[in-house]
């Protein structure tokens, strides 16, 4: 099993739609978890932190499940500027000596 | 402004030649990745390092090379023995801030590397 797995995607959207990601990951201990956004030929950005309580910024959502192991990314109403493709960031437990750990991504497409 | 600089952003070798690519950081960061992304792939991970003079293999080391001699660079040589190089490569750092349960990541730019 990989260590961080995501939903293969593409997701090809319509305007407005709402429209949501999953990620699991495998290490119970790991210690924070993230969503990041990459553009074509680009660096990956940070796009949130994802939190037991629910993280929410504007048209989008970020939930852990530590129980079930799985991180989840809801976009409501979306844009063509989310297109884009996005990744979840696993790290290590404190101290590990391990690294980060990126899934390998979803890619998004919304169309007008 | 803190952040993280690669160099080149485009960077053309011929085969059997080694290339270097740099990453260089002012954010005092201790942990520095370097990680390569095939298109339409996600990252996998070269080599890492937690602190000056030790780096370790991440997941496809073979062909790469690193040192970490300043805690500001973390430079990434692309041997003659890495059968397929072309690709985007990225540098990362970490920090976990003093009293803080949550890491933060930075990534530079990115450098694309073609074999030609």
């Known amino acids: 099993r990989k260590e961080v797995e995501q939903d293969p995607g593409p997701f090809n959207v319509p305007e407005g739609a709402t429209v949501a990601f999953n990620c699991t990951y495998s290490?119970?201990?790991?210690?924070?978890f993230f969503w990041y956004r990459q553009d074509c030929r680009k660096e990956p950005k940070l796009l949130m932190s994802?939190?037991?309580s629910g993280n929410e910024d504007g048209r989008f959502t970020a939930q852990l499940n530590r129980a079930s192991q799985y991180i989840s990314l809801l976009i409501r109403d979306s844009k063509l500027s989310d297109s884009a493709t996005y990744l979840c960031v696993v790290t290590p437990p404190s101290g590990s000596a391990r690294q980060l750990t990126f899934g390998s991504g979803t890619q998004l497409t919304v169309l007008p | 402004d803190g952040g993280i600089t690669q160099s080149p952003k485009y960077l053309f070798r011929k085969e059997g030649q080694n290339v270097t690519l740099s990453c260089e950081q002012n954010l005092n960061h201790d942990a520095m990745y370097w990680y390569r992304q095939d298109p339409g792939q996600g990252l996998r991970l070269i080599y890492y390092?937690?602190?000056?003079?030790?780096?370790q293999k991440g997941d496809i080391a073979e062909g790469y090379s690193v040192s970490r001699e300043k805690k500001e660079s973390f430079p990434l040589t692309v041997t003659s023995a890495q059968k397929n190089p072309t690709a985007f490569y990225l540098c990362?750092?970490?920090?976990?801030?003093?009293?803080?349960?949550?890491?933060?990541?930075?990534f530079g730019e990115g450098s694309w590397l073609t074999v030609v």
């Open positions: 390092s937690q602190i000056v003079n030790d780096f």
């Open positions: 290490n119970s201990a790991s210690q924070s």
């Open positions: 990362a750092s970490r920090i976990r801030p003093s009293g803080s349960y949550e890491d933060t990541i930075y």
């Open positions: 994802v939190y037991s």
